[in-house]
């Protein structure tokens, strides 16, 4: 009979290398320069170890995109072969071997409770790994994740720098408040248009790695900066002359109580009050 397996968190190579990865980044930020992850990394994800090879072939189905089906569909059958010529039997130790230290070094219940972007993607390659040891594996599982893995192989993507071309081509000739407000309200990627964050901006980025496994902590911390930027831009709103400009800042104010919906803090949430803070310091700037 067919065997359906269940997804888990904790042996999955490409969750278990993200979440140590960002071990390091939570680690360096609150001064601790000799993270045990990265001794860990190193030790368990070389390119000797059968860990490392396996999590390069997560690396690559997670990252490639292709506008081909025809294209996505050989990448997993190659990357499928390649899976097979791995030791099974020295895989299983090397991971047995590293969930033991993480549980040495960190509380487990709070290293596997962080949100995994793209969790499903991460679950169909575990399953199509498992699928080619597993003697009587469910075809249709099988055949679920493959195509899982393919749908996002196959995703559009949009450049950053082609969106921000093109909000700033369509804003370019409005006044230089509209065009300032609306740009920092619209732009999709803000990563490396901030050279130099301020200190609101680097506080939440603090706050946003240190407490990525804390749920209950990072949207206490969220709701309450959504109340002073409300208050501070309440504040600074008088002082916008410009009719459409005020108009266009009284409605993102309002679009302020959109960030502390829900229990669970979304990325988006986050880059959203990031564009805020740069809002304020922005207006800052034009209204004196």
Known sequence: ?????????IKNTGILFE??????????????????SVEVLKKFFNEKTELGKENQLYQVLLKENYNSTRKAEKLVDAVIRAREKLQNKKLRSEKYNLIKEIKSNYVVEDFFRARIPNYKVYASIYKTFLAETTPVFDPKEEVDSNFSIIEHITRNKVKPRDTDSQVI???KNEDKDLRLLSYQLMVDNF????????SMQRN????YVNN???????????NSEVVKIKQILNKILPRVSDDITKIKLTEAIKQTDTLSKGKIVKDKQVVSLMRYYELIKELHNVTG
């Open 169 to 171: 081509s369509e804003f």
């Open 204 to 207: 939440l980025l603090k706050e």
């Open 19 to 36: 979440l140590l990865s960002r071990q390091i980044t939570v680690d360096v930020m609150n001064g601790n320069d000799k993270s045990k």
């Open 191 to 198: 990563n490396g248009k901030y050279k130099s964050l301020n």
């Open 1 to 9: 009979m067919a065997q359906r397996v269940k997804h888990s968190k």
């Open 212 to 222: 990525i496994s804390n749920t209950n902590k990072l949207r206490e911390f969220i």
